[in-house]
Nanobody, 118 residues
Framework: QVQLVESGGGLVQAGGSLRLSCEAS????????MAWYRQAPGKRRELVAA???????NYANSVKGRFIISRDNAKNTAYLQMNKLKPEDTAVYYC????????????WGQGTQVTVSS
């Protein structure tokens, strides 16, 4: 059974940095897409960063220039480097992998809390 295990969340002051990790365990067949989402209290889940089908990265306007998504294919791991954090970045962050030849497998991490104090 495939599980996505997230780590790296926590409490940080505004202007600080955090690095989130998301590692897939189990027998996962060809990860085709990796993405990070977040959900703040009372708000809808939103896409933060993702690798596109062509392999390039895509970011929400609110995090462009501050966040960097990266991946280690050999480790089935995605990362989200978050710099210059703002209080409005406070949310639960989720990783999402799409796998299989037809992107038919949809996996989610358990979520990790990121809290940015002002």
């Amino acid at each position: 059974q495939v599980q996505l295990v997230e780590s790296g969340g926590g409490l940080v002051q505004a202007g600080g940095s955090l690095r989130l990790s998301c590692e897939a365990s189990g027998n996962i067949d060809r990860i085709n897409a990796m993405a990070w989402y977040r959900q703040a209290p009372g708000k809808r889940r939103e896409l933060v960063a993702a690798f596109t089908r062509g392999g390039s990265s895509n970011y929400a306007n609110s995090v462009k220039g501050r966040f960097i998504i990266s991946r280690d294919n050999a480790k089935n791991t995605a990362y989200l480097q978050m710099n210059k954090l703002k209080p409005e970045d406070t949310a639960v962050y989720y990783c999402n992998f799409l796998a299989g030849p037809n992107y038919e497998y949809d996996y989610w991490g358990q979520g990790t809390q990121v809290t940015v104090s002002s």
